[in-house]
């Protein structure tokens, strides 16, 4: 299956900074998922992306898709406490696979 | 809706020891999953299964094995527990395959001593 990797590993965020977290594939993925996956708790579905350099916002949170569609990113602005967990990209080729994931703590 | 439903937690095996994890959904999809999580690691698809009476294997099946008797349940059956299958079991379904996301159920957390 396809092969997604994350960066960075972990990422440590001063509350109320900004950061950017990123997908990247040697191959082209036909649509590309993100999960996040509080400490302890179970992996939730929060946005495909499809089309060629997509862009979708909820609130605070901002994803692409390149437009080469080998890669994504996941852009938090302002970054709460309740942005704590770790969120993963997945990559859809008939079944979805998962990158490692980026893990964010926040420092009050 | 309860959505997608685990059992047991928790549970604790020795070595050479069978269990069957439960997984239920009550949204009517049709494509079913089974993921295990080690830690500080990403999800590791181990079976999966389009409807009721298909399965299909994974990324890292050898040690399990599944059935889908009806669209709602999908257990997976660990034969002859080994200390590797320590991990964190994930179930999760989707109406679309490829379309839209994956729900998750709470897990169960295994331990092989």
């Known amino acids: 299956g396809q092969q997604v990797m994350q960066i960075p590993q972990y990422q440590h965020v001063q509350e109320g900074e900004d950061f950017t977290t990123y997908c990247n594939s040697s191959?082209?993925?036909?649509?590309i998922q993100w999960y996040k996956q509080r400490p302890g708790g179970h992996p939730v579905f929060l946005i495909q992306?499809?089309?060629?350099?997509e862009v979708k916002k909820q609130k605070r949170l901002t994803f692409q898709f390149g437009e080469a569609k080998k890669n994504s990113s996941l852009h938090i602005t302002a970054t709460q406490t309740t942005d704590v967990g770790t969120y993963f990209c997945?990559?859809?080729?008939?079944?979805?696979?998962f990158g490692a994931g980026t893990t964010v703590t926040v420092r009050a | 809706n309860a959505g997608v439903t685990q059992t047991p937690k928790f549970r604790i095996l020795k070595i050479g020891q069978s269990m069957t994890l439960q997984c239920t959904q009550d949204?009517?999809?049709?494509?079913m999953y089974w993921y295990r999580q080690d830690p500080g690691m990403g999800l590791k698809l181990i079976y999966y299964?389009?409807?009721?009476?298909?399965?299909d294997k994974g990324e890292v099946p050898n040690g399990y094995n599944v059935s889908r008797s009806t669209t709602e349940d999908f257990p997976l059956r660990l034969e002859l527990a080994a200390p590797s299958q320590t991990s964190v079991y994930f179930c999760?379904?989707?109406?679309?395959?490829?379309?839209?996301?994956?729900?998750f159920g709470p897990g169960t957390r295994l331990t092989v001593t």
């Open positions: 999760a379904s989707s109406y679309l395959e490829g379309q839209g996301g994956q729900y």
């Open positions: 997945a990559a859809n080729d008939y079944k979805l696979s």
């Open positions: 949204m009517n999809h049709n494509y």
């Open positions: 191959t082209t993925l036909s649509n």
């Open positions: 299964s389009v409807g009721a009476g298909i399965t």
């Open positions: 992306l499809v089309k060629s350099g």
